[in-house]
T-cell receptor, first 115, second 116 residues
Framework: AQSVTQPDIHITVSEGASLELRCNYSYGATPYLFWYVQSPGQGLQLLLKYFSGDTLVQGIKGFEAEFKRSQSSFNLRKPSVHWSDAAEYFCAVGAGSGGYQKVTFGTGTKLQVIP | GAGVSQSPRYKVAKRGQDVALRCDPISGHVSLFWYQQALGQGPEFLTYFQNEAQLDKSGLPSDRFFAERPEGSVSTLKIQRTQQEDSAVYLC??????????????FGDGTRLSIL
């Protein structure tokens, strides 16, 4: 069974600073990997996804993530954080089974942005 | 509709009552998922529908939880004899096609259930 670890529960960065959120996964085959963002009282919005091909994936809102098979990682990055990026971020791994994805989420990293 | 719609947004019930949570997926989406998100946790899979067929209910925590999607569109998650540990946000997601496991899921805003 797949699993996801997000080692940082809470991260605080200054507006304009760079950001990296860590994600490690466990899965026997090539995984489908996702980053979602959740604002308070909202559902999850997909930031980006990796299925195959180029290991550096570009997403919405200026985010990118890099798939590193050797490290079983899929870290999320942004070069310059905006105050509106404050939210909770979830890494997830999907395993195709029976024609659908069974998605397993990490426990999330809450991002605080200070002026 | 334009997105996944869930109702009600908030539900407060007394322990022992039955509740029903509704999900209206994106029009034409074949796959529908229910997740439970406890406070401070990531969403956890409950069940999956492909059209009207419930193909995976391995995540339902007990036989008090029941989900249906009788016409392959709107789905209802029912919880009978609610317990305090059922308090959580219940998220619904849909995706476009069957038979392809690389379809991203689109999430609704969830129903926050509080059991007193």
């Amino acid at each position: 069974a797949q699993s996801v670890t997000q080692p940082d529960i809470h991260i605080t960065v200054s507006e304009g600073a760079s950001l990296e959120l860590r994600c490690n996964y466990s899965y026997g085959a090539t995984p489908y990997l996702f980053w979602y963002v959740q604002s308070p009282g909202q559902g999850l919005q997909l930031l980006l996804k990796y299925f195959s091909g180029d290991t550096l994936v570009q997403g919405i809102k200026g985010f990118e993530a890099e798939f590193k098979r050797s490290q079983s990682s899929f870290n999320l990055r942004k070069p310059s954080v905006h105050w509106s990026d404050a939210a909770e971020y979830f890494c997830a791994v999907g395993a195709g089974s029976g024609g659908y994805q069974k998605v397993t989420f990490g426990t999330g990293t809450k991002l605080q942005v200070i002026p | 509709g334009a997105g996944v719609s869930q109702s009600p947004r908030y539900k407060v019930a007394k322990r022992g009552q039955d509740v029903a949570l509704r999900c209206d997926p994106i029009s034409g989406h074949v796959s529908l998922f229910w997740y439970q998100q406890a406070l401070g946790q990531g969403p956890e899979f409950l069940t999956y529908f492909q059209n009207e067929a419930q193909l995976d209910k391995s995540g339902l925590p007990s036989d008090r939880f029941f989900a249906e999607r009788p016409e392959g569109s709107v789905s209802t998650l029912k919880i009978q004899r609610t317990q305090q540990e059922d308090s959580a946000v219940y998220l619904c997601a849909s995706s476009r096609r069957q038979g392809l496991s690389n379809q991203p899921q689109h999430f609704g805003d969830g129903t926050r259930l509080s059991i007193l």
